[in-house]
């Protein structure tokens, strides 16, 4: 995924914050083992889905946090229950390593300077893995109907019995990003190496995100071998350049779909995205359900050139220069929306995890959000920002100069300077918000060199003596908040009791909030019910994003497996839920 952080996973930070960063509370473990035992045995007598009968429980209406029971599927068939116990059997286990790991050694790295599909060559390499995962997933590719989507997008669909029922959407990316030449030493193992030390799979892709596109392979190819016959339709869409921004890949299957299916028309679809962590002594799951936005801004000062010898006093560096020490100066305010998850998560933390703060608690009780920008300052969001970074900006809009280009030669005036300012968007503010206040911004500066300003104003040309204000084309709103419901039979829900299913009650869903985008920014007019999560938690490492998008990325077998064990679970607790 487009390098993102559920909830302060920084398991790297080597300062100890307070609280929320996540704290491996070692007790958690056998509590988890225990139950994920004792749920095991379980299975195996057969449950009945606990959700069908159980609306209007008291304990459903009282608690903001509402926790599902974990939900099986009733079982149907003596194969199905048989699987459940070979994905957990050691030689599941060694031909599963196998396959993720021969995966892991064909480079599908994505680059940013890639040329249409055609004519680069480099997006080539993902033949060989389409090649892979036919020779990998045979059943998948006699059974089901496979067809290729601009060229190397890669669309499964496995047609259910019951045209009635809305689709279910798996999803995953087939790319990964580049390991640059300069820390190949630095890796353990060789990046593309796939290499199993007895408790990790090591490589480029081993967790953002192959992992997850084998364990839905693996899951439905586990279906087929048991005779699973879905009443709904089940649908795998692998785009295959979703860490370049994914419009070739997922821009195209997505209008494929919605062009096949219609608007709203899918059940949910599960992609990449948050997964497991430890906080205030509790074990949560955190799927994502919503999404900061994204807009890059360009500010070009043009200003009039000549010798260096006689110079103005000022040069479009100089003002370039004014324009981000007064940007650095302001920070977006620090706020919860009403509709933001952080007060679902703070609500879960209250309930359940057993050191959450009193503070916060209190806090909580009181909390309303501010409307506006200028409304007073939101306490909660205040005192939670309080633990770092990574958790202030799951409530505040970001802002990173990151882009500066300006000057050809050093006896010459600089003509035009151009600055880049990433942002992600707050859930409560617009890219309208970030337009709107750089603008106010420059106004001031503009008018002091006496240079006409553009912003955002649709002009293309640069005039000269101008500042303009471009916004990129890869500017988003805030996703669609995903319904978080679990009072009626939902898709969280499903998600949810399926969650506390493979890895037991100890573990809490609330839920998850990104703060960078994943190939499902495609798929809005699809579905509400998007959830970006990672079901694999191997409760020795703590959760954590296994060193994405640098050396070292690895993933644990456990988890891998426990992946397995959560799809094929929420595939038949889908399959027979009644939704809406
Ligand atoms: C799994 O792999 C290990 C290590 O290679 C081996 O010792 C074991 O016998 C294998 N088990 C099965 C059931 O294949
Ligand atoms: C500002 O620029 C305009 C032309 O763009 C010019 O006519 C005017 O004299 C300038 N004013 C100052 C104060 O430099």
């Not at 903001?64 to 599927?73: E, R, V």
């Amino acid at each position: 995924m487009e390098k993102t952080l559920p909830l302060a996973v920084e398991h790297n930070t080597p300062k100890a914050q307070p609280y929320l960063l996540l704290r491996r509370v070692l007790t958690v473990v056998p509590l988890v083992a225990l139950i994920f035992y004792v749920n095991w045995t379980h299975f195996n007598t057969a449950i009945k889905p606990t959700f069908t009968n159980n609306g209007g429980q008291h304990e459903t209406s009282k608690s903001p946090c509402h926790q599902p029971a974990p939900l099986f599927p009733a079982t149907d068939n003596d194969a199905l229950n048989l699987m459940w116990e070979h994905v957990a059997s050691e030689s599941f286990r060694n031909a599963s390593i196998v396959r993720h790991s021969g995966a892991i050694k064909i480079d599908t790295s994505s680059y940013d300077d890639l040329g249409p599909i055609g004519e680069d060559k480099r997006w080539e390499a993902i033949k060989p893995f389409h090649d892979y995962l036919a020779d990998t997933f045979p059943r998948i590719h006699e059974d089901l109907k496979v067809e290729k989507v601009n060229t190397y997008g890669l669309l499964y669909t496995w047609q259910g019995s019951d045209e009635k029922l809305k689709p279910l959407v798996l999803m995953a990316h087939q790319d990964v990003v580049p390991v640059p030449a300069s820390t190949v030493d630095a890796w353990t193992h060789p990046p593309f190496s796939g290499h199993y030390d007895g408790r990790y799979i090591w490589g480029r892709g081993s967790s953002d995100c192959k992992n997850q596109l084998i364990a839905e392979m693996e899951t439905l190819e586990l279906l087929l071998a048991a005779d699973f016959k879905p009443k709904r339709t089940i649908i795998m869409s692998f785009g295959f350049d979703e860490e370049i921004s994914g419009r070739q890949g997922a821009g195209h299957l997505s209008k494929f779909l919605i062009d096949r299916y219609g608007e709203d028309s899918i059940a949910a679809i599960v992609d990449e995205g948050a997964g497991f962590s430890e906080q205030w002594g509790q074990v949560f799951a955190l799927p994502g359900v919503a999404e900061k936005g994204y807009t890059d801004v360009s500010i070009i000062v043009r200003y009039p050139g000549g010798h260096s010898s006689i110079p103005t006093d000022h040069t479009s560096i100089g003002i370039a220069s004014e324009i981000i020490s007064k940007i650095e100066s302001v920070r977006y305010p620090t706020y919860i929306a009403d509709e933001s998850p952080m007060l679902g998560l703070m609500q879960c933390g209250a309930e359940h995890a057993p050191t959450f703060p009193k503070r916060l608690k209190k806090l909580l009780g009181k909390h309303s959000a501010p409307k506006t920008c200028k409304a007073k300052p939101d306490e909660l969001a205040l005192e939670l920002a309080k633990s770092g970074g990574a958790v202030r900006y799951l409530m505040q809009t970001s802002q990173a100069v990151d882009v500066i280009t300006g000057g050809v030669k050093v006896n010459a005036l600089p003509e035009r300077t151009q600055v880049t300012v990433n942002h992600r968007i707050n859930i409560g503010d617009t890219p309208e918000t970030v337009h709107h206040h750089l603008t106010k911004l420059v106004k001031p500066i503009a008018e002091k060199y006496n240079l006409t300003l553009h912003a955002f104003d649709g002009k293309t040309k640069e005039a000269p003596l101008s500042i303009s204000l471009f916004a990129s084309a890869t500017t988003l709103k805030v996703a669609p908040i995903t319904p978080t419901d679990t009072k009626d039979v939902t898709p969280y829900s499903i998600l949810a009791g399926t969650t506390r299913a493979v890895y037991g009650e100890g573990v809490v869903v609330a839920p998850g909030m990104m703060t960078g985008n994943t190939d499902t920014r495609y798929y809005w007019p699809i579905t509400k019910h998007i959830f970006r999560y990672g079901p694999g938690y191997d409760p020795a490492d703590g959760g954590g994003l296994g060193n994405i998008h640098t050396v070292d990325e690895k993933i644990s077998v456990v988890n891998h497996i426990g992946m397995v064990k959560w799809f094929t679970l929420f595939l038949r607790n889908m399959d027979v839920a009644e939704l809406e």
